[in-house]
């Protein structure tokens, strides 16, 4: 009788449990890379503070380029908000190379294809919600 009761009550609990951890997988797509050399980082990131900053993404990913056209996925997401910044680093020089001004030279991008006109976009901008499985297309510029 101890014992149906305590599945009766556990039971529950571990679907529940499985609900609020649900986990995702992001893909993600880029296309219009200017060469098929070097490497292309993709920056995930869950949140706003941070957001664009050396060593404050959520995950990270540097990725060969063999193609112009590559895929990415990143497992096990937590359902939630995020916001991805991509670069093609083409010499693969580990930076992203920019002119006297601080645009960047290499082919960069972020999700929601946000364009950047003066400045760099805030977490708002770019932001997309992830609930399961998930497709992003980002065209770098």
């Given at each position: 009788?101890?014992?149906?009761?305590?599945y009766?009550f556990v039971?529950?609990?571990?679907f529940f449990?499985c609900?609020?951890?649900a986990?995702?997988?992001?893909t993600?797509?880029?296309?219009?890379?200017?060469?098929n050399?070097?490497?292309v980082?993709?920056g995930l990131?869950?949140?706003?503070k941070?957001?664009?900053?050396e060593?404050?993404?959520?995950?990270?990913k540097r990725v060969?380029v063999?193609?112009?056209?590559?895929?990415?996925?990143?497992?096990d997401?937590?359902d939630?908000d995020y916001?991805?910044?991509v670069?093609?680093?083409?010499?693969a020089?580990g930076?992203t190379d920019?002119?006297?001004?601080?645009?960047?030279q290499?082919?960069?991008?972020?999700?929601?294809?946000?364009?950047?006109?003066?400045?760099?976009?805030?977490?708002?901008?770019?932001?997309?919600?992830?609930?399961g499985n998930?497709n992003?297309?980002i065209?770098?510029i």
């Amino acid at each position: 009788m101890k014992k149906t009761l305590t599945y009766l009550f556990v039971t529950p609990l571990l679907f529940f449990y499985c609900e609020l951890s649900a986990q995702s997988n992001l893909t993600v797509n880029l296309d219009n890379l200017k060469t098929n050399t070097g490497f292309v980082e993709i920056g995930l990131f869950n949140k706003e503070k941070g957001f664009l900053k050396e060593n404050q993404h959520f995950r990270k990913k540097r990725v060969k380029v063999t193609k112009k056209q590559i895929s990415y996925t990143f497992t096990d997401i937590p359902d939630g908000d995020y916001a991805i910044a991509v670069y093609h680093d083409e010499n693969a020089n580990g930076i992203t190379d920019k002119n006297f001004w601080g645009i960047p030279q290499e082919r960069y991008g972020f999700s929601n294809n946000f364009r950047p006109k003066i400045s760099a976009p805030t977490f708002e901008q770019v932001k997309f919600s992830v609930n399961g499985n998930e497709n992003i297309d980002i065209s770098l510029i």
